[in-house]
């Protein structure tokens, strides 16, 4: 088994058990170990949740999502198209790396609104004090978002994509920030 990271060189020293030296910038930090098919393992970070912070759960995850499930075509009586079920898929899974993400880091977590637009994508929505976050899972490769703290389009909104766990937790402090900014 060849060990290998990012930058190689980082490794310090192997001793006769197997056990490697990272350094100290990893220090209070957990990997787990995956091999390839090639023999190399690569180390993988690992987030640990905290236990107090009610972890997402299968059972959470499937009561969460269940009301979407069962909805059909036009079940506003608008012509809104059911939940497209590999959106809904890929809302669990970003939901739970969303929490995991956010709790790892410390910051504020409130479950969301979970619900479909018209076109049958998975909207994620919170709210605080005048301010709404919405994120809309578009695909398993596309999540939008929406924050607004007013009802001006061009002055109290602002879209974009999600694309990393970073991304979302800058939203989220945004979120719970305790003034909404000035237009």
């Not at 991304?167 to 237009?183: G, H, M, N, T, V």
Request: glycine share 8%; net charge negative.
């Amino acid at each position: 088994m060849k060990l290998k990271e990012g930058k190689p060189d980082t490794l310090k020293v192997a001793d006769q058990k197997g056990r490697i030296l990272l350094g100290s910038k990893y220090a209070g930090k957990r990997f787990a170990v995956r091999e390839e098919p090639d023999g190399t393992a690569v180390l993988v970070p690992v987030l640990i949740v905290p236990e107090r912070d009610a972890p997402v759960t299968s059972q959470r995850l499937d009561e969460s999502f269940a009301a979407l499930e069962v909805l059909k075509d036009n079940w506003d009586d608008n012509g809104s198209l059911a939940p497209v079920p590999e959106y809904v898929a890929y809302a669990r899974e970003a939901l739970a790396l969303l929490q995991a993400g956010a709790l790892a880091r410390g910051v504020h977590w409130t479950e969301p609104h979970i619900g479909s637009n018209e076109r049958g994508q998975v909207t994620l929505e919170w709210w605080r004090e005048g301010r709404a976050l919405t994120l809309f899972i578009r695909s398993g490769d596309q999540v939008d978002y929406l924050k607004a703290w007013g009802s001006n389009i061009a002055s109290e909104m602002e879209d974009g994509t999600v694309e990393r766990i970073a991304d979302f937790i800058a939203l989220s402090r945004w979120l719970y920030q305790a003034e909404a900014p000035k237009a």
